[in-house]
Nanobody, 117 residues
Framework: QVQLVESGGGLVQAGGSLRLSCAAS????????MAWHRQAPGLQRDLVAT???????NYLDSVKGRFTISIDSPKNTVYLQMNSLKPEDTAVYYC???????????WGQGTQVTVSS
């Protein structure tokens, strides 16, 4: 079992920045990749950014060039640096982890990000 704890959400004006953190504990060796998802009220949960243990990253088109996912392996922590935030980025952001052949099966509790116009 992997436990994930997010932090760093909050309220920010459009154009501002936030950095989310996700600390992993438990069965760390089972993790192959980590990701940030987000879900706005009434909408589906979207995959925002992923990173594998070898550093490969992928991003949702709408956040490319504004968001950066990174991992600090010694600290078992993944970050999401969010710049040039827009009101449409408002959502609950969830950290997730998966193994090599599994789906996203470990989730954090979520952290609220609100971007005011």
């Amino acid at each position: 079992q992997v436990q994930l704890v997010e932090s760093g959400g909050g309220l920010v004006q459009a154009g501002g920045s936030l950095r989310l953190s996700c600390a992993a504990s438990g069965s760390i060796r089972s993790i192959y990749a980590m990701a940030w998802h987000r879900q706005a009220p009434g909408l589906q949960r979207d995959l925002v950014a992923t990173i594998t243990l070898d550093g490969s990253t992928n991003y949702l088109d709408s956040v490319k060039g504004r968001f950066t996912i990174s991992i600090d392996s010694p600290k078992n922590t993944v970050y999401l640096q969010m710049n040039s935030l827009k009101p449409e980025d408002t959502a609950v952001y969830y950290c997730a982890a998966r193994g090599v052949i599994t789906t996203w099966n470990s989730w954090g509790q979520g952290t609220q990000v609100t971007v005011s116009s």
